[in-house]
């Protein structure tokens, strides 16, 4: 006779799910202690800067603390519950990929619509040609300050939905729903609005969306060709209404040479460049501005150098606004399939002085790069794309780290 077998199933799911919730806690603990780290960093900026302070951190908590209630300290949490609720069911796996991307840019409209400030039409020497261009052409179509708001929020929230493309194309469906919540609640949506940055953001979102989609295997010929083409001449118009935008380059650079494909190299630089002298022809010539803009930032420095303090401030500022699902996108980082969509972003922001930040408006610079450092989040680790694809699901449940989020930038929104 053999002894009586006990079913460990149930006892091995319930450490497995202990365990993810164990590690979910643990990146919410790490990302409020940067977040503290940051917001202290910045208390001794503004103490020892005359240009950095309230009128250049325009999250930073008010100092009379006064309390104005307004609509969206009602619909961001609504917004937040909502979206979390949602995820959280199970009709959510079983929706069709089309009705959770328009879904997905909805629930941001309103996100981010709730954490709205004031859009700021003013330009600078610094900025790019195309984006002043960009701003008058959105101020004179809008005729007003509520029409160019809503305008500015439509057009950024666009990066959600693009992300998504890409993500799913690189990482799987799975990943791609898993990370939904995430993008959507993400603190970063504060900044998106208050300009052309968002806008940009936009820009860089449908530059890797593209890429991601026309070098899938089973696009070829034409089809591939003309993919490729559309993508460079996307890469030129995000670059020309962000230098920043450039470093995203990088991230189509490393996709194309994980997919092995030569050609999309060569058609979308092609493009790209055709763009820019088709710009430079008349009168705008990018790399000029580029380098005027470099040679501003260092007078800009030399002339006050409390300006240093934004070399650790953004770096700083781009992991405190892309909460807590940063802590495992970074420990997934090379061992998981996104990193070809990280790597532009990763050198922006170790690479914070060249990343093409405005020196006049330094603490907007990295709004574009905050989605795309989340995105390893969810990623299968090798060896899990075969389990995907016979449609088992890879659970990296983020609901804690989405909430936790969201309520950092409710309680910014608040004072």
Known sequence: MTAPQTPLTGSVDALAESRVRHQQWRDIVIWVSLLVATLTLASVAVSFSEVVGPSTLPWWPSQNLSLHVTAGMVVAPLTAAAVLWAAHRPAAARMSWHNLLVLSYLASLTWSGALHTNVDPTTTPTDTPGSVAAIGQLVAYTGSQAGLAITVTALSCLAVPLTLVAVRSV?????ARALAPVLILGPWAAWTTLG?????AAACAAVLAAGAVTSERRVKGGRAFWGAAATGGLLGIAALLSYGAAWFAVSLLCLYFARRRPWHILTSAAAALGVLAFAATFGNSWPAGLIDTYDAAVGEIAAHPGQLWWLLLMPALVCA?????IVESLRRFGTGSAWPLMAGPI???LLAPLSGANPDRP???????????VVAATASRHGSRAAERRGRSIRVPLMASAAAGACAAIVMMYS
């Open 171 to 175: 990482c799987g469906p799975v990943a």
């Open 196 to 200: 052309m940055d968002g806008v940009a």
């Open 321 to 325: 606004a892309c909460g807590p699902a």
């Open 347 to 349: 050198m922006a922001l």
């Open 363 to 373: 603490e907007y610079g990295w709004v574009a790069l905050c989605p795309w450092l």
